[in-house]
């Protein structure tokens, strides 16, 4: 079973059915999807549009501190359900602070 979690390029975040489909991620994304792997202390993937920088999509901010690289659009993440269970807030808000501090 996934766990998915929509990153919106205006900071806004809300968890996604468990049945969304690749249809579905491709909608969120607004086209073609390509994979971001995430740092092993968010284990996972993000999805996002693979066009997202030539179509000059919005920045988004979380997102790339997530990813620890720019990524633009709205992003979709797309973890296992064990992988959802054991995150940690620090896990997210670590790699924001560290950002934050540079």
Do not use: W
């Not at 929509?6 to 996604?16: Q, V, W």
């Not at 994304?29 to 284990?43: M, T």
């Not at 993937?45 to 690289?69: F, H, R, T, W």
């Not at 709205?74 to 064990?82: A, F, L, N």
């Amino acid at each position: 079973m996934k766990h998915y979690t929509l990153i919106k390029s205006n900071g806004s975040f809300e968890s996604l059915a468990p049945e969304t489909s690749f249809e579905d991620i491709r909608k969120l994304v607004g086209g073609y999807v390509a994979f971001v792997r995430h740092p092993k202390q968010i284990s996972g993937e993000l999805a996002v549009n693979e066009d997202g920088l030539a179509l000059k999509l919005p920045m988004n901010i979380l997102a790339s501190v997530i990813a620890g690289e720019p990524l633009v659009g709205d992003v979709v993440v797309v973890q296992t359900k064990k992988q959802f269970d054991k995150l940690q807030p620090q896990d997210v808000l670590n790699p924001v602070k560290n950002t934050l501090k540079h």
